[in-house]
C-alpha cells in the first residue's frame, strides 16, 4: 500500500485522481500497485483521511464549489507544511505551480518530506531549476527517491528514454523545442498572424501560463534544459547558468525570412558547451521542426546518430501518466512501500 | 567475464569488434562488463580462442584476406553449429543474413544455443519473424534471456521506449516507416526520379539487400513489425499474419497526386486491428513523414498521446550498439556471467 499526500489539486492533480480512479484493478493485477491518497490541499483548502480519501467525492466537490476544503463537514484552512509533516505517507506528489524566483511553495514541501524520508514525484520544475543538484543531494542523503519524469515531455518520456534506453550508449549534446505555447505561436506567425495576434490566439486556448513571461521569455523552456542537463549529461547547473532569450522580439519578418531560406525559427533550448534557450531557425525537413503546441528533442550519440522524439509536451492526463510512471519506479526501485 | 561466440563477421560483427575495442575500459568502468569473443565463424571460416580472440589481428585478417580463417596458422573451415554446440561460452550473437524462407543458418544457431544454456542476442531478423512465439517460449523454457533489440531500429531503442519508457501506459496502435532504403528510395521519387532510377541510386549507395525482394517486397518491414507485434502488443503472430505490399507499384503519378494532397507516399508498417504493411499516404507535416534513409514510428497511447520517434534506421555502428546494449542488460539480469 502506497499512501500519498497530494500538493495541489488543479488540472494536474485532478486528472491523476481520475486516472488512479480508472486504472486501480489494472494497476494492482499488473504491477503489484495499491494507492491511496490520504491527504490533499491546494492553496484554497485541504482534505485528509488516513483510511484513504474517496476520490470520486473530492472531485465532484471541486467541481460543485471550486474548492476542496467543503469535502468535510467542517471546512479546513489548508496547511500543507503541517500535512506534510504530520501525516504518515509515503510518497508526496507535488503539483503546485512552478516559480523561478524562490520556488516557493513548492520547494518546501519538497525538502520537508524528504527530511522526514517521504519519496517525492514532482511534476513542479521550479525547485529542480533552482537547485537540482542540492535536492539530489537531499534526497541521497535521506535515501529517497525524487522523480520527476513529468517536468519534461509531459508524457513523453523523454528523461527515461535518454538515461535507460540510450543506456551502453554515449549522448554528445542534445537541441529541443521543449515549450509548447512557443512552438504554438511560433507556428500561428508562420501561418501569418504577428506575435500580438498569435499570444491572444493562444491564451485564448488555454496554453500560456498565467504569468505569461514563463512561456514567453522562455523561462519554461530554460527549467527544462536545467533537468536535462543535470540529468542526462551529470551536469551540476540551475536555471542561473541557462543563456536564455525568449521569443519576444520575433517578428512576421525574421519567419518570412527563415522560410525563404527552408527554415522555421524555433525557440531551441541547446545543450552543446553552453546551454542556452533562444529563437533560432531550423531547417523544415529537420525532424525537429514540429508545429504546433508538440515538442521535440533530438539527441546527438556517439555510435547511433541523431534520435528525435516527439509528442505532446503537456496535458492533464499525460502528465498524469508520468506521475503514474515515478509511482510505479519507486515501487520497484524501492521494492515494498 | 562474459564468454561470447559471434555468429557472422560482416559489417555488423565487424562494427561490434571495433566497438569492444574501443570501449572495454569504460565498459568494465561503469557497466562491470567484461567481455571476451571466444569464437567468430562466418559462411567462409572461423577464428577460436578460449582465452580470447585479438580482435585487432581479426579485423586485420579480414580486412587483408577477406575471410578470418586465416587468423589460425592452419586455415580452419567453418562449423557455425560445432562451435556453439562444443565452445564454453556465455552468450552467442547471431549477426547472419536474415531469411524470410526458413531463417537459417540463423534459426539452428539460435535454437542450438538456448538449448545449450547460451543467452542470445540476434540482430538477425529472419527467426524472429518466422517463429517469434516459439524462440520466446524457448529461451522461457531453458531460462535464458534472448534479445533482438537491433532488429527493429538499428540503434535507435524503438522496443525498449515502448515496452521500458511507456510502462504503465497502454499502447492501443502504432504505424511507422520501418525500412530505411525503400524510404530512401520514395524520398527520390518524390525529387523526380523513377522507381527504376532511384533503385539503382540506392543500390550504388549500398542501401538495398543482397536480395533486393527484401527490402522493395516489403519482406524487412514485415519482420520488424512482427517483432514489435509480438513484444509490445502481446500479440502472437508470424510473417505469415501480415497483409504485406511492397513499393515496386508506386508510380510517379501517385507520388505526384500525393503531394497535390500535401501528403507524400511512404511504406508504412501498421498495427491496429490489422497488422498490414503497404504503401500509404501520409501528411507532410506529419512528424512520421520524414525523409531519407531515415526510420520513423509513431505510438498512439491512451494516455499521452502520440509519440514519435525518428532516428537512423541501420548502419554496422548503430546495430553493434545496440548489440552492446542487449549485452548489457543480460548482465544486469542475469546477475553475474
Redesign the interface.
Known amino acids: 500500500m502506497v499512501r500519498i499526500i497530494l500538493c495541489g489539486f488543479g488540472v494536474v492533480g485532478q486528472s491523476f485522481a481520475k ?1 488512479l480512479l480508472s486504472r486501480s484493478e489494472d ?1 494492482y493485477a499488473k ?1 503489484g500497485l495499491k494507492a491511496r491518497i490520504v491527504g490533499v490541499f491546494d492553496s484554497k483548502g485541504s482534505a485528509a483521511s488516513s483510511a484513504g480519501i474517496d476520490l470520486n467525492r473530492l472531485l465532484e466537490t471541486k467541481k460543485l464549489y471550486g474548492n476542496i476544503a467543503k469535502y468535510h463537514n467542517k471546512e479546513k484552512k489548508a496547511n500543507g507544511l503541517d500535512m506534510i509533516n504530520g501525516m504518515e505517507a509515503e510518497v508526496l506528489i507535488e503539483t503546485t505551480p512552478s516559480n523561478y524566483k524562490d520556488a516557493e511553495p513548492g520547494m518546501s514541501h519538497i525538502v520537508s518530506a524528504m527530511k522526514r524520508g517521504l519519496h517525492v514525484v514532482t511534476v513542479n520544475k521550479g525547485p529542480l531549476a533552482l537547485a537540482f543538484p542540492s535536492l539530489i543531494e537531499l534526497a541521497a542523503y535521506n535515501q529517497v527517491q525524487l522523480k520527476f519524469s513529468g517536468t519534461v515531455g ?4 523523454i528523461l ?2 535518454a538515461k ?6 554515449r549522448i554528445v549534446s542534445f537541441q529541443g523545442i521543449l515549450n509548447g505555447t512557443t512552438n504554438y505561436i511560433l507556428t500561428n506567425m508562420a501561418g501569418g498572424m504577428n506575435f500580438k495576434e498569435a499570444l491572444s490566439d493562444a491564451k485564448k486556448k488555454g496554453y500560456v501560463e498565467a504569468d505569461e513571461s514563463l512561456d514567453i521569455e522562455g523561462f519554461d523552456a530554460a527549467a527544462k534544459l536545467v533537468i536535462l542537463a543535470n540529468w542526462i549529461m551529470d551536469m551540476k547547473v540551475t536555471i542561473m547558468d541557462i543563456k536564455r532569450k525568449g521569443i519576444r522580439d520575433v517578428t512576421t519578418t525574421d519567419i518570412t525570412n527563415a522560410r525563404s531560406r527552408r527554415s522555421a525559427v524555433k525557440l531551441i533550448a541547446s545543450c552543446n558547451r553552453d546551454l542556452e534557450v533562444s529563437p533560432r531557425e531550423i531547417p523544415l ?1 529537420d ?1 525537429l521542426c ?2 504546433g503546441t ?1 515538442n ?1 528533442i533530438t539527441f546527438n ?1 556517439e ?10 509536451g503537456a ?1 492533464g ?2 502528465t ?3 506521475i ?2 515515478d ?2 519506479d519507486i515501487k520497484q526501485e524501492v521494492g515494498k512501500i
Open positions: 486516472l494497476l504491477h509531459g508524457g513523453t518520456p527515461d528514454y535507460n534506453s540510450l543506456r551502453g550508449e525537413d525532424p514540429v508545429n508538440l521535440a550519440s555510435h547511433s546518430g541523431q534520435q528525435t522524439i516527439i509528442g505532446r496535458g492526463m499525460e498524469a501518466s508520468s503514474l510512471r509511482l510505479l
